[in-house]
């Protein structure tokens, strides 16, 4: 296959740590700047691009380059929470391409554990600025009633059930029995899941990611550098991008930005969801994973649930493996945004460097999605189709 | 279980009307002279065809549950919901003085204002008729 790249993604890292007590952020923020230069085969010195969000602390980008001692001809600090990463990546394959920078860092760090946000309600810091502010905070919106509301709905709709749901935890937790870094390896059942305490009607604690510290980084380039590099190529075919939220009071919350995105990337590729071996969801929550199969087009609106039954998303037994890290739901979730590791398993998919247990053969093609924000109110999808080469 | 603080509204010039409404039982919705539809929440341009032309209507105060989810784990627990109004737009809101156990999406609803600390009336929902208990 000659399909055209955007850019290639070279380096790819994912800190070993889940709980970063003894670390700083600016710490964890070099710790995966460098492991994901080193595993390209490259130096600080060699980055000109850098792409990262708000959880780099400082003005956007500045004290983190400061820090770094990076010297940059370009920056991007586009946020749309958890999936700013498939964003950073899609943008900068475009800045690559026009000529911007040549080697790109993409970072993401986060520490709730440590700094003791780990339990609660994960209440957002929103500002009375925001126009949204006094139509939402007065009634109690948090991120869990957002997606609580999404799969009510969606169960309405369509007769998605509890233990379908459960089925996405199932998988996820099959994965992540195999690594060693998982948050938590322990393999659910279904029964687990549904007679786990509910939180926020109908999710249930095991519907929920977990919380942990670390995070990750890629670095992007331009093929004749991809091409003078010992690593595998992974080469980014498609990219698309679509902010949803309200339009006005006339919405459907049961459709995600993914609808978008992933028209966008996989016209960008010419690829089918058919064609793809392996993909990255984006899981906050399982609700989540079962809109982007859907809205994807993985399988027709409504029909996530049966998707997603007996194992069809576990690697080796199912039609379409996800998340074989173990996801949010079970792996790692770094700074409560996912994105970052949903880019990070799919290269190592695409390089036939998962776990053996849980790679898929032949993984010449791979898709990572990722959802920031809340489904139910306002969220952005990332979309991106890697390919083998 | 404790008694439920609310988060201020905080209103702007943008939106003092709405709120000015509530506190006399009204529940005021923008809606569009240009193209003659309402939106939620409320601004002064149009978000569905960009006029200005926009005027405060009082809406019926009905409408039905879009969807839903109670806050469990919350003390005291609430219900979240989107409520679609007879008026067309669907906003954000809670379900009050319900049986949490027994709400539908598609349940008929009508609104009412509950105070907050400060004197703020948020408009929220009840079950009209028979799952009033
Ligand atoms: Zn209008």
């Known amino acids: 296959m000659a399909r055209p790249a955007l850019a290639y993604i070279v380096g790819a890292y994912e800190h070993p740590t889940r709980d970063a007590g003894d670390k700083t952020m600016a710490e964890l923020q070099a710790d995966v700047a460098l492991g994901a230069l080193e595993d390209a085969g490259l130096n600080r010195e060699d980055v000109d691009g850098f792409f990262c969000g708000p959880d780099a602390p400082g003005t956007g980008p500045l004290s983190i380059a400061d820090y770094l001692n990076l010297n940059l001809r370009h920056v991007d600090t586009t946020n749309t929470s958890g999936s700013s990463y498939l964003l950073h990546v899609s943008h900068a394959a475009q800045a690559i391409q026009a000529g911007k920078c040549d080697i790109a860092l993409v970072t993401l760090t986060g520490r709730p554990r440590a700094e003791g946000r780990g339990k609660g309600g994960l209440v957002r810091a929103d500002n009375p600025q925001q126009p949204d502010y006094q139509w939402e905070q007065p009634f109690g919106m948090q991120i869990l009633n957002m997606y609580g509301m999404t799969a009510m709905r969606h169960m309405h709709l369509y007769g998605t059930t509890s233990e379908q749901l459960a089925w996405i935890k199932v998988a996820a937790s099959h994965h992540a029995q195999h690594n060693e870094r998982a948050f938590t390896r322990k393999v659910h059942t279904v029964e687990e899941v549904v007679n786990s305490p509910i939180v926020c009607d109908p999710l249930h604690r095991l519907d929920c990611c977990v919380v942990t510290d670390g995070g990750g980084a890629v670095i992007v380039t331009r093929p004749e550098i991809a091409k003078s590099l010992k690593r595998p190529l992974v080469k980014v075919i498609g990219s698309g991008e679509r902010p949803q939220h309200q339009q006005g009071g006339y919405f459907e919350i049961t459709t995600s930005g993914a609808a978008w995105s992933g028209k966008i990337a996989f016209e960008h590729a010419g690829v089918t969801p058919a064609d793809i071996k392996y993909a990255s969801l984006y899981d906050s929550f399982t609700i989540t994973v079962l809109l982007q199969l859907e809205d994807l087009g993985f399988c027709k609106k409504g029909e996530g649930g049966r998707f997603v039954m007996d194992g069809n998303l576990i690697s080796g037994i199912g039609k379409l493996p996800f998340n074989t890290d173990g996801g949010g739901l079970c792996n790692n979730h770094p700074g409560n945004r996912g994105g970052m590791t949903k880019i990070i398993e799919a290269v190592r998919q695409i390089r036939g460097e998962a776990h053996p247990a849980v790679q898929v053969k032949n993984c010449d093609l791979a898709l990572a999605n990722g959802i920031g924000g809340q489904l139910g109110v306002r969220h952005a999808s990332g979309t991106l189709i890697l390919e083998r080469e | ?133």
């Open chain 2, 1 to 133: 279980m404790s008694e439920r603080k609310y988060i201020e509204p905080q209103p702007s010039a943008e939106t003092q009307a709405f709120w000015d409404g509530a506190k006399h039982g009204k529940l005021l919705v923008r809606s569009c002279r240009a193209c003659g539809k309402a939106h939620w929440y409320p601004r002064n341009h149009c978000p569905l065809c960009s006029s200005r032309d926009l005027q405060w209507i009082e809406a019926s105060g009905d409408g039905e549950v879009y969807s839903y989810s109670v806050m469990r784990r919350a003390d005291p627990p609430y219900v979240m919901a989107y409520v679609t109004l007879a008026e067309g737009p669907t906003m954000m809101t809670n379900l009050v003085d319900c049986n949490a156990d027994h709400i539908r999406i598609g349940d008929k609803v009508h609104v009412r204002f509950i105070e907050t600390a400060d004197g703020a009336h948020l408009p929220m929902f009840s079950p009209k008729g028979k799952h009033n208990d």
